[in-house]
């Protein structure tokens, strides 16, 4: 199948700071990522979908001047956490799809975030 | 508005049998997906059904009737490695997936 490869996998960041998360699709054109996040024994929660060379659009009660999603290639998309808080602690997936061709998502491995 | 509904939680004894239940409502429909998820871990595919019937793969198996908006997920002679949350999605016509909010699945010996 299909390879996400998503980065990084852990990290801990002080309250106050910003973080930044890379997608990337590796071997398939990601016309379309999706961000989702995780509470611990809850489903995902789609956050924003990114097209590649347009605005990412957000879901409702998503800021996005909060999640800052950056589509630019095909290959890649970022979402940066600004001013993190405890509260953002989560965890973070990516997934990727070629709309085009209709295919299933593709997830990459997730990164965990703690805010401290 | 759009649904998927799926049990929240399973048990089921080590070798057995156990089918895990979708019923979705949703504008249109273009496949219903079925995914694997550990603790801590991404998801990871398992099916894809467009079309009514079963499709079997390996241990696992899913079925689809459209007419009744309705899928399961199979799992035959039970691991305990497949104690997992299964995550149930259907693509709209807009071709957005909609998440169901999975079913954990415990297995005990």
């Known amino acids: 199948g299909a390879v996400v490869s998503q980065h990084p996998s852990r990290v801990i960041c002080k309250s106050g700071t910003s973080v930044k998360i890379e997608c990337r699709s590796l071997?398939?054109?990601?016309?379309?990522m999706f961000w989702y996040r995780q509470f611990p024994k809850q489903s995902l929660m789609l956050m924003a979908t990114?097209?590649?060379?347009?605005?990412?659009?957000?879901e409702q009660g998503v800021e996005k001047d909060k999640f800052l999603i950056n589509h630019a290639s095909l290959t890649l998309s970022t979402l940066t956490v600004t001013s993190a808080h405890p509260e953002d602690s989560s965890f973070y997936i990516c997934s990727a799809r070629d709309v085009k061709a209709h295919t299933e998502a593709f997830f990459g491995q997730g990164t965990r975030l703690t805010v401290v | 508005g759009q649904n998927i509904d799926q049990p929240t939680e399973m048990t089921a004894t080590e070798g057995a049998i156990v089918q895990i239940n979708c019923t979705y409502q949703t504008s249109g429909f273009n496949g219903l997906f079925w995914y694997q998820q550990h603790a801590g871990e991404a998801p990871t595919f398992l099916s894809y059904n467009v079309l009514d019937g079963l499709e079997e793969k390996g241990r696992f198996s899913s079925f689809l009737s459209r007419s009744k908006g309705y899928s399961y997920l199979l799992l035959k002679e039970l691991q305990m490695k497949v104690s997992a949350s299964y995550l149930c999605?259907?693509?709209?016509?807009?071709?957005?997936?909609?998440w169901g909010a999975g079913t954990k699945l415990i297995i005990k010996p």
């Open positions: 990114s097209n590649e060379g347009s605005k990412a659009t957000y």
């Open positions: 071997d398939f054109q990601a016309t379309t």
């Open positions: 999605a259907v693509m709209d016509s807009n071709y957005q997936l909609i």
